[in-house]
RNA sequence: GGCCCUAUCGUCUAAUGGCUAGGACAGCGCCCUCUCACGGCGUAAAUCGGGGUUCGACUCCCCGUAGGGUCACCA
């Protein structure tokens, strides 16, 4: 039996948000950390709420962070065993079936209540330090609607315990639930696993993050171009941070990095704006194979490995990759030449700049093929430019070999598109004015 | 409201009795510049308030205040 077994019980009522997945990352870092096990348990006791469709997502979206799970459980599947206790609980009189006047519309007439001993419960948590609860203002709570329909805390209590859980790794909302929690465990003579509690992640407005406030869905984030490791990385720092001032991290730094220790005690607000940082030096970290494969994948079209450079520096997203694939980055297939776009809109006369495409054009004609490198070809070009007005020389240059209003610089395009294409472009362009 | 948790720049955080309170994102300014971006440099910005303890408190204690969580036949 490993020393650590940690766990993630999500309930398939919604997408796994970038919020709820908080939870089971600290607890899969905790245990990967400390070479133990990650298991995912579905929390699907409320039948009325739980949907397949979720349950899919909330793996989709483990997979897809690369989360790799040791066991999975689901709550549904042990209905037996919560009753085999229940019984045994009833007949140790810990438990009783009491008479009930319903209360909503289809209540039941009767529950199963947990005999209350009213002590006060006292436990470690890792991130908290010592908590105190007196336990009898909790009265005599349900823990079933009946013997084969148990609530949420015992549910929990037993499959912690039959899962072999050694750390409950979840968030501070469950703080309160705690102690009754404890409760349960005493009465079924069960060990008590050692807590942590995470401080919750907060919308813009400091409440509970939620999706009506704003949480977006992992799958989501994937539809909008961001990376995994972006998402598994920004996540991770908050509410927790390493010692030293790196902040981009891989999955692998992170699990050798995190303790609980280093877990924040206050809120945390989730921030779009420092995500979106956090994608952007992610991709840059990608190798151009990597990149491209990944933007391949994204936009379902090839990308010419001469643009991922580029691309990499230029986009924040996936997303945004692909639509400068379309747009300003779309100038190595045949280009449309529009006179207007030479002449910068009418600021330069065509004679201009027909005359300095003709000057640049022999200029190049003596510049080697190895010298089409951006900064050669700029170091050549540059005194040039200066002399004659770098907007009349430069703007016509760069329309000539991207045909389009908005592309990289004039020496990188010339770079790319080699000395023989640059020239050809040029000769074009000249026909056009 | 009862109970519980929390409190450093706008945001995420560092500093676990001794610092000019550091970094990052965002902001602002400058630079780069032929376009859109990217980038470089710089700048502003915080210890919630009040009492203690101590030679010395962001750090420890108490009281306020503020925010949040939880009080289901949901999880």
Known sequence: MPKVVTRFAPSPTGNLNVGGIRAGIFAYLFARHNGGKFIVRIEDTDKERSKKEFEDNIFESLAWLGIDIDAT??????????????????????????????????????????????????????????????????????????????????????????EGVTHVVRGEDHI?????????????????????????????????????????AITEYKKLGYVPEAILNYDSFLGWHPAGEKEIYSKEELITEFTLDRVQKSPAMFDETKLLWFNHEHLKKLSDSEYAARLKEFAQKDVDPRLVPLLKEHAKTLKEAAKA?????????????????????????????????????EILQNIPDEGFTPAQLKDILWPYATDQG????????????????????????????????????????????
Not at 180 to 209: C, F, M, N, T, W
Not at 332 to 345: D, R, S
Request: glycine share 6%; aromatic share 8%.
């Open 73 to 162: 459980y689901r709550q549904s599947k042990h209905a037996a065993r919560y009753e085999e206790l229940l019984r045994k609980l009833i007949a140790e009189d810990k438990i009783y079936v009491a008479k009930e006047e319903p209360k909503e519309p289809d209540g039941r007439s009767e529950v199963i209540r947990f005999r209350n001993p009213n002590k006060i419960i006292s436990f470690f948590d890792a991130v908290h330090g010592q908590i105190e609860f007196d336990t009898t203002e909790l009265k005599d709570f349900i823990i079933a609607k009946s013997f084969t329909e148990p609530l949420f805390h015992f549910a929990v209590v037993v499959d912690d315990w039959d």
């Open 176 to 216: 309160s639930n705690t102690p009754r929690q404890i409760l349960i465990q005493e009465a079924l003579g069960v060990p008590r696993p050692k807590y942590a509690h995470l401080p919750l992640i907060v919308s813009s407005d400091r409440s509970k993050l939620s999706k009506r406030k704003g949480a977006v």
């Open 325 to 361: 694939l379309e747009d300003e980055f779309d100038f190595l297939g045949g280009i449309a030449y529009k006179p207007e776009f030479l002449l910068q809109g009418g600021k330069i006369t065509a004679e201009v700049a027909s005359n300095h495409l003709k000057t640049l054009s």
């Open 390 to 433: 770098r907007g009349e020389v430069l703007w016509p240059l760069r329309v000539a070999l991207s045909g389009r209003e908005k592309s990289p610089d004039p020496f990188t395009l010339c770079s790319i598109l080699g000395k023989a294409e640059t020239l050809e472009r040029i000769a074009q362009a000249l026909q056009k004015l």
